[in-house]
């Protein structure tokens, strides 16, 4: 899910953390990188391996790069991602944050910033 949102960097270092049994430290490091809220970040971390699972032979999916793509990775019907890109076209990105939250869990920062990235795809 965060995985196209942080930096290879960061990636990295939570993986050293949760290698080395840190999960409390890999916590604290994600919720530093990302803002995450403390429940969310360490859902994703107990989550990490299915998290990195979301990730292309290349690398991470990037939300810069392809921030639907990221959504359908994230579980998101066709139907769902077609609306949000016409919320974004319309330029009415607070409803598109709100159906991609609704429809992902994401939380409002991480939302935003796809949502963001969307508009500039679009």
Not at 9 to 38: C, F, H, M, P, Y
Not at 65 to 90: F, Q, W
């Amino acid at each position: 899910m965060l995985v196209g949102l942080l930096s290879s960097q960061e990636i990295a270092v939570i993986d050293r953390l949760r290698g080395e049994g840190k999960t409390i430290r890999a916590i604290k490091e994600l919720r530093l990188a990302s803002n995450l809220s403390l429940i969310d970040a360490k859902y994703a971390i107990d989550n990490w391996t299915e998290v990195r699972r979301q990730s292309t032979p290349e690398g991470p999916v990037s939300a810069e790069s392809n921030p639907t793509h990221l959504a359908s990775k994230l579980g998101m019907s066709p139907d769902s991602i077609a609306r949000i890109s016409v919320l974004v076209r319309e330029d009415r990105q607070i409803e598109a944050i709100k159906l991609l939250r609704t429809n992902t869990g994401l939380g409002l920062l991480d939302a935003k910033k796809l949502i963001d990235n969307w508009t500039q795809e679009v």
